[in-house]
């Protein structure tokens, strides 16, 4: 895989989002502190694999890690003029309903060609307590495809930001913490990729444990 990186442009507006709203937001309001930055690789395909609980946590991860991140959205949202141009601009790739494994696994090989770190939350969808019970082997799978590094990511607290049917933020404090490289599975047979997502899960669970 070539040390390739994010477009200039995308660079640039990943850094004017981080430095103007949310590393201020997440540094003051949410007190936050991140663990581990030394351990991300700047350059090159990457992916971020973490828990999930909560739909601030992919532009937290991306301001922790020091690099843009590109995550999947919803095909619609690539349909309005604008905010299509700027979502693409900031990494992210559109995947279509009833078929998002096939689209995304394409798509994030496109990213990873690229030179762009891409995120992929290994319970695939938000869990209330921010634990990975099911985990799903894609994440895996795409690193032996492509032979990128995963990066375990553990976010802490955002469960407790928003609350169902509640517009204000709560000020509640968030710990990132970011573990060392796992390097891709050998071969994509079923018992490398699951070996691969246990040793993910139980980097993100460990470092979850440590708490605040």
Same mark, same amino acid.
């Given at each position: 895989?070539?040390?390739?990186? !994010? #477009?200039? %442009?995308?660079?640039? +507006?990943?850094?004017?989002?981080?430095?103007?709203?949310?590393? #201020?937001? /997440?540094? $003051?309001? /949410?007190?936050?502190?991140?663990?581990?930055?030394?351990?991300?690789?700047?350059?090159? @395909?990457?992916? *971020?694999?973490?828990?999930?609980?909560?739909? /601030?946590?992919?532009?937290?991860?991306?301001?922790?890690?020091?690099?843009?991140?590109?995550?999947?959205?919803? !095909? !619609?949202?690539?349909?309005?003029? *604008?905010?299509?141009?700027?979502?693409?601009?900031?990494?992210?790739?559109?995947?279509?309903?009833?078929?998002?494994?096939?689209?995304?696994?394409?798509?994030? +090989?496109?990213? +990873?060609?690229?030179?762009?770190?891409?995120?992929?939350?290994?319970?695939?969808?938000? $869990?209330?307590? =921010?634990? %990975? =019970?099911? #985990?799903?082997?894609?994440?895996?799978?795409?690193?032996?495809?492509?032979? *990128? &590094?995963?990066? &375990?990511?553990?976010?802490?607290? $955002?469960?407790?930001? +928003?609350?169902? @049917? !509640?517009?204000?933020?709560?000020?509640? &404090?968030?710990?990132?913490? %970011?573990?060392? *490289?796992?390097?891709?599975?050998?071969?994509?047979?079923?018992?490398?990729?699951?070996?691969? $997502?246990?040793?993910?899960?139980?980097?993100?669970?460990?470092?979850?444990?440590?708490?605040?």
């Amino acid at each position: 895989m070539p040390h390739q990186r !994010e #477009p200039l %442009i995308s660079l640039a +507006l990943y850094h004017l989002f981080k430095w103007s709203i949310v590393s #201020p937001m /997440f540094h $003051t309001y /949410f007190r936050g502190r991140i663990y581990g930055a030394e351990n991300v690789p700047q350059t090159g @395909g990457l992916i *971020v694999v973490a828990n999930h609980a909560s739909d /601030f946590d992919p532009p937290i991860i991306s301001n922790c890690v020091r690099r843009p991140v590109s995550y999947m959205a919803k !095909e !619609e949202l690539f349909k309005i003029p *604008v905010f299509s141009r700027a979502i693409r601009l900031y990494g992210a790739y559109p995947v279509k309903r009833g078929s998002a494994d096939r689209s995304a696994i394409r798509a994030a +090989l496109a990213q +990873l060609e690229r030179g762009w770190a891409v995120g992929i939350f290994l319970q695939g969808t938000r $869990t209330p307590d =921010a634990r %990975i =019970a099911s #985990p799903k082997l894609g994440a895996a799978m795409i690193a032996a495809k492509a032979q *990128v &590094p995963l990066l &375990p990511v553990s976010v802490w607290g $955002t469960q407790a930001i +928003l609350g169902k @049917g !509640e517009k204000m933020l709560h000020p509640v &404090p968030i710990t990132v913490r %970011i573990g060392d *490289v796992i390097q891709p599975p050998s071969s994509g047979d079923r018992d490398a990729l699951e070996a691969i $997502t246990h040793q993910c899960v139980e980097a993100i669970h460990a470092m979850h444990h440590l708490g605040r």
